[in-house]
Every structure is written in structure tokens, then in C-alpha cells.
């Protein structure tokens, strides 16, 4: 049966697991040093020493600044991770410094999310990447080892450490009591050459989870709660804290499904704290020397405090196309499904995929609807081929995938036209699918399987009691031979280069006047899928700008490359919240390319802003937000003396087609304000030295 899965080991890498085991151990016992480090040095400070866990994990790597909410902090980076889609740039960007190998205690480059090889593309990336890891002292997970938030999880999550990710839901290792943030892939290319991570103080929110979830409420419910009460904008410049007696109910991976689906407010991180369920997992996948246990102090004060009672929710599900469209499951009942697909690194756990095996078994799928599965890992796979359950899901009719990103990045299923697709997944924004007018729901894998047999939306109570339940296994099956460790010299590794990789492009300093039109004017909530579409067609297109610029704003305005091109740049106008989504930095280089030099909104998201600067692009925010209404697409813009105004905070904005002039407010650290007068962050001369 499904939880009597055995713990094989096998580890071929012997070397490599004992070097980086070894290392690994070895910070995780120096946490406690220099926790008692900076303990000691706050109380020198005179600050308090009653801390939320986000403080003590933030305040055990402050290399800079003070811990007040909104003020620049540099933290120090233990471990990154970078995936295909962003790691070419990352990586070129890495080499681009003149650093041999990299600095951090870890640094692992997955392949996960361009596998569908349709071209030679994208299999030039791999074969880039595994020779950059080589060179530069990364490991190299394989294509079909698994997403890189699922194999993070389980082979290098450690918890108190530091995780910077070139991946928005890298706040899923916040699952293990680990502070996961995801950044672009320039910002992750530094901390690879050893520099701190500068991010704004977050202000933390609280959120206490209690009571017992009801029968049928799982991980994703809850997640969708959230974002229910706080919306896609609710998290930015927040930490989100669990705590309660709740938690006792949520295993390592379902608290991953949250902390995962974090990236969907827009916040920096989630976390939990890490316990004995914490130890289980560890102890599970073979790690459990690398436990500590991590919590708030008692009497730890918060900026916010949301308070969930998991006896009262019920099974949620995300209306197209926002992930914050939350209703019940009970309102949406009924809906007849063309798709469900269960995967992502959301829900794709085994856990996940042991209860849709349970609900699944000796049934079929419904004939109008194409069930696809993706197992999050090779772990998740293999456990479900050892267990049976994978049997389950081939006679109930599953499409069984690899273990990928797939559907949910546009790889591959699309939905048919018009399409209703029920999806585990995190994000359900407009065309993602990979079909532009396919519709979208958000929902946990119990209600997707529940729903695949309904051939309707269904909401999972109606199935009557749910299936006996599996928690963790006590054992996982280790088998760590996809992931290709470096050689302890790189030095004669040659880094293999395919015609799509193509130089990394320079940008020049910041011009003293900025003029153009309005070239766009766009709503609230613009995604970087709106900026840069993923997909299949597009996402091979990664580590070539000139071709990828291409298809910038495809969705929203065909014509907006050419019109660029022809105008020789100009400035986008947006809503609030522009930039929302993935932490891609083509959504910056692809303007940049086209000639944009500053962008207009009423508020950024927090990586596309950073993503933004790192490549020297303005994020100018309006200081009185009706000031949007009087700009319209086409109106001549001009901005004078620049570089002074910059300095100063404030840029007056010249509307010089409607003769009225716009204040914007430019609030940046001294830091950021070199980098965007530099014309990025590559353009500062020994900045990773
Ligand atoms: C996503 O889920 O949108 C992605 C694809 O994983 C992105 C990264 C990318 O665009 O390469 C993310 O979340 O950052
Ligand atoms: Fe991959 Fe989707 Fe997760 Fe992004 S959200 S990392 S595309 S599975």
C-alpha cells in the first residue's frame, strides 16, 4: 500500500554527497553560532530581543542596515537555485563577473521547465547549463528529476538557512522553517559570487492558523483563504508567519503548498517554523542531522495578524484569471471541465499524489475530460511506481506526465478552445495555458481528482467520506543520481554554447533627458506573463533577447515591438501593482531592448521592480494616483536633467502633449540610485569582486 513505501538508498555520488553533505552539516551547526552572534549583538544594540522567527532568521544573516519594516537590509545568501528558463541569463550573467566558481555553501541549477524539446533550443540551454554548473562548482539537476521548489524540498532544504532563487516560488523551501526568496536572475547571479541579497525590511504578518481542517480542506484551501482575505497585492513588502495550533495537522509539503502559493501576494517570503513535523521530514529524506528547531519567541509582536479557524473553511477554488478570485467550491459546482491537470509545484507532492491515487482507484476519469498528472519528482514518481499507486492513476485513465513544470508554464496541454481547465497549479492568468481564451480554476488536488470522475466542477464532500488519508511516509526513496555534482576543479571545463545562446546584452549609462510617447497604456495587476508570455512557443526563446523581444506584450498589443523599434523607445504606463508573477528578468530586458527607459505606474511588484533597475530601467511611481487618468497612449513624454532628478527622489514627468506636468516619486537606495545612473547593475565596475 501506498505508505508502506520503501526507503531505498542508492548514492552512486558517494564524493559529492559526502563534500556537500558535509558543508551543508557544517553551516547547519554554525547556524546556531551565529545566532548567538547576532543575539548578542542586538542586545549590545539595545534592541529588544523578543523577535518574530522572520526577525531571527533575517536578523541571523543582516550583513547590512537595520530591521525596520520599508528601510534596505543586506542579508547574506546560503544556498541558491536557478531553473532553465532563468538560469541561462543567471549563468551568463555569473560569467559575464570573471568569478571561477561560486561562493555560497550550495548553488543547484535545475532543469524543469523547458523539457518539451521541440527545437534544438532548448536542448542547447541544458547542455549550457550542465556545462556552466560545471565550471562554476553548481550541481546539476537533470531534465525528469523534478520541479526545482519539490527536489529543493526534499534534498536541500535546510532549515534557518537563506535561499535565493531565480524562481518567484522559491519561498517554498519556507516550508521547512528555510527563508526562501525569489529574485531575478542577475540579483541570484550575485549571490552565487558571494554578495548579500539587498531587499527592503519586510513587515510581517501573522498568520495563525487553529483548529482541526475540516474533512476535505487541505494545504491549498487554506493558501486560497489567504489570498482570498489579502489578494495578489496584499503581501508586497510582507513576510508571512504561520503559527497555531494548526499546524500540527500540515506536513512539511502541505505547508510548502502555502508558503509556494505566497508568490501569489506578491510577498518576499512565507514561513513556518521548523518542529517536529519539521524533524519527521528531515529525518524521512535521510537529512535529520540537518534539523534545528525554529520558532517565534514568546510575546513576538507582528505588523498584522490574520487569524483562520481551519474547522469553519471549506474547499476553495480560484475563479479565472487572478489567483485572489477565490469563492467556494460550492459556487462554482457544476461546471463542466474539459481538463484537469494535478501538478506544479504547488500540489504535486507524494502526499498529493497518494490522495488523488486513493480517489482515483478503480474508477475512470470522466469521458469529457483529459486528466494530466505531473509528479513533482523523481522521488514522487518512483514512490508512486514502488507503492502501486501509480497503477491507480494509469487504470483510472491519467495522462501521466514527467516530473515538470509542463501545463502550468504553458508547456505543453493546452486546453482545447474555450476550454475549461481545472488546475492545482498556483497562477490562472490569462493565456498561461497556452490557449488565450481557455478558462482557468484554481483548486487542491482532492477537489481536481474528485472533479476529473464528476466530469464537472464538484465539490469534494459530495464524494462522502474522503479516503483514508496518508501522512508523510516515514522513509523516502533517496536516490540522488540525476543530480550531477561538479568537479572540484572546473578550471578545463569548457562551457558549451549553442547558436540560440547569445551574448548578454550591454546597456549604456543613464541619458540626461528621457524623451518619447506613451506607447502603452495598461491596467492594474499587468503579470510578467503580459510582458514576456512563457509557453512553449516563447520560453525556448530564454537566452536570446533580440528574438524573445519580439513577443513582448504579445497578448495585450501585437504591434507594440515594431512600434517600439520605429519610435526608437518610449514609456510604458501602468496600474498598480505592474509587474506581478514570475521574477523572469526578460520582462526588463525585452523593454530594454525595444527602447524603454522607464516605466510609470501606480505601484510594482517587488521583483519586477528590482528586475527593473538591476537593467537600469526607471519604475517612476505616480505620486497622486489620478494622474493616471490625464495620460493616454500616444501622449509625447519628456523628462530633463535626469540624472539630478534621479538623485533627488522626485522626477517631474513633461506631458507635453496635454501640457501638464506628472510628479512621480522614485524612492530608491543610494545603492539603486548608482545602479540605474550606471545603466545597470553589470555596468558597476567590480561589483561582484
Ligand atoms: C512561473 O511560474 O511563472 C515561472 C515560469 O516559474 C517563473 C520563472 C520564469 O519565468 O522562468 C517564476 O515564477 O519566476
Ligand atoms: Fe514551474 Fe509552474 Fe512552479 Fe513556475 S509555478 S516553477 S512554472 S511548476
Keep these: 500500500m501506498a505508505s508502506q513505501t520503501a526507503g531505498r538508498t542508492a548514492s552512486p555520488n558517494g564524493d559529492a554527497e559526502r563534500r556537500y553533505g558535509r558543508s551543508i552539516q557544517k553551516s547547519g551547526a554554525l547556524l546556531g553560532g551565529s545566532l548567538v552572534f547576532w543575539m548578542s549583538a542586538v542586545l549590545r544594540r539595545g534592541e529588544s530581543d523578543v523577535r518574530n522567527l522572520t526577525q531571527k532568521l533575517i536578523g541571523s544573516h543582516l550583513v547590512d542596515g537595520r530591521m525596520v519594516a520599508g528601510e534596505e537590509i543586506a542579508i547574506r545568501i546560503d544556498q541558491t537555485l536557478t531553473q532553465d528558463a532563468t538560469g541561462t541569463m543567471a549563468y551568463l550573467e555569473f560569467e559575464a563577473m570573471g568569478i571561477p566558481r561560486v561562493k555560497t555553501e550550495l548553488s543547484v541549477s535545475y532543469i524543469d521547465h523547458n523539457t518539451l524539446q521541440t527545437g534544438f533550443e532548448n536542448a542547447d540551454d541544458h547542455r549550457f547549463l550542465q556545462s556552466a554548473a560545471a565550471k562554476f562548482g553548481a550541481l546539476f539537476s537533470r531534465a525528469g528529476n523534478g520541479i526545482c521548489h519539490q527536489v529543493h524540498l526534499e534534498r536541500f532544504g535546510v532549515p534557518g538557512k537563506t535561499l535565493l532563487g531565480a524562481d518567484s516560488h522559491t519561498p517554498t523551501a519556507g516550508g521547512l522553517g528555510m527563508l526562501g526568496i525569489g529574485a531575478g536572475g542577475l540579483d541570484v547571479a550575485m549571490a552565487m559570487a558571494g554578495q548579500p541579497f539587498y531587499l527592503e525590511m519586510p513587515g510581517v504578518i501573522n498568520v495563525r492558523l487553529t483548529g482541526e481542517p475540516a474533512p476535505w480542506v487541505s494545504a491549498k484551501d487554506i493558501i486560497l483563504e489567504v489570498l482570498r482575505r489579502l489578494s495578489v497585492k496584499g503581501g508586497v513588502g510582507k513576510v508571512l508567519e504561520y503559527s497555531g495550533d494548526g499546524l500540527a495537522y500540515l506536513s512539511v509539503t502541505e505547508r510548502a503548498t502555502i508558503t509556494n502559493m505566497g508568490a501569489e501576494l506578491g510577498a518576499t ?17 535521510q537529512r535529520e542531522d540537518l534539523f534545528v528547531p525554529l520558532a517565534a519567541d514568546p510575546g513576538a509582536t507582528y505588523d498584522e495578524v490574520l487569524e483562520i479557524d481551519l474547522g469553519e473553511l471549506g474547499p476553495l477554488i480560484a475563479l479565472p484569471h487572478s489567483p485572489d478570485n477565490v469563492v467556494k467550491v460550492s459556487e462554482a459546482v457544476g461546471r463542466r471541465v474539459d481538463q484537469v491537470f494535478i501538478g506544479s509545484c504547488t500540489n504535486s507532492s507524494y502526499v498529493d499524489l497518494v490522495r488523488v491515487s486513493n480517489i482515483l482507484k478503480g474508477r475512470t476519469v470522466a469521458p469529457n475530460v483529459s486528466l494530466v498528472i505531473a509528479p513533482g519528482s523523481r522521488q514522487v514518481f518512483h514512490m508512486l511506481s514502488e507503492s502501486g499507486a501509480l497503477l491507480d492513476l494509469i487504470e483510472a485513465g491519467a495522462r501521466v506526465l514527467e516530473c515538470a513544470c509542463g501545463p502550468c508554464v504553458g508547456v505543453g496541454q493546452a486546453p482545447c478552445s474555450s476550454g475549461v481547465s481545472l488546475r492545482t497549479s498556483n497562477r490562472n492568468f490569462k493565456g498561461r495555458s497556452g490557449t488565450a481564451d481557455a478558462e482557468v480554476f484554481l483548486v487542491s488536488a482532492e477537489t481536481a481528482a474528485v472533479s476529473a470522475l464528476v466530469g464537472a466542477i464538484a465539490d469534494p464532500r459530495s464524494f462522502g467520506a474522503p479516503p483514508k488519508w496518508i501522512g508523510l511516509p516515514e522513509r523516502f526513496t533517496v536516490d540522488d543520481r540525476m543530480i550531477i555534482p561538479p568537479p572540484e576543479d572546473g578550471g578545463g571545463v569548457e562551457v558549451s554554447r549553442g547558436p540560440n545562446i547569445k551574448p548578454l546584452p550591454r546597456t549604456e549609462q543613464m541619458r540626461d533627458t528621457l524623451t518619447g510617447r506613451v506607447l502603452l497604456k495598461l491596467g492594474n495587476n499587468i503579470t510578467t506573463d503580459h510582458i514576456i508570455p512563457a509557453g512553449a512557443k516563447v520560453l525556448p526563446l530564454r537566452s536570446n533577447i533580440p528574438a524573445i523581444s519580439m513577443h513582448c506584450f504579445e497578448a495585450v498589443d501585437p504591434t507594440f515591438p515594431e512600434r517600439a523599434m520605429s519610435a526608437t523607445g518610449g514609456f510604458i504606463l501602468g496600474g498598480s501593482n505592474y509587474g506581478q508573477g514570475s521574477s523572469r528578468e526578460h520582462a526588463a530586458l525585452a523593454p530594454l531592448h525595444l527602447g524603454i527607459r522607464a516605466v510609470i505606474a501606480k505601484s ?44 533627488s527622489g522626485f522626477v517631474s514627468v513633461r506631458n ?34
Design 269 to 285: 517570503s512565507s514561513v513556518f517554523p521548523s518542529d517536529e513535523g519539521t524533524r519527521g521530514f528531515l529525518a524521512a529524506q
Design 604 to 647: 510594482f511588484a517587488r521583483i519586477h521592480r528590482q528586475n527593473l533597475i538591476n537593467f537600469g530601467i526607471l519604475p517612476l511611481t505616480l505620486q497622486d494616483e489620478r494622474a493616471y487618468d490625464e495620460v493616454d497612449a500616444g501622449d509625447d513624454l519628456f523628462i530633463d536633467a535626469a540624472r539630478s532628478q534621479v538623485s
Design 656 to 689: 507635453v502633449t496635454k501640457g501638464k506636468t506628472i510628479g512621480t516619486r522614485l524612492d530608491l537606495s543610494g545603492r539603486q540610485r548608482e545602479i540605474v545612473l550606471a545603466g545597470g547593475l553589470l555596468n558597476i565596475s567590480g561589483n561582484a569582486s
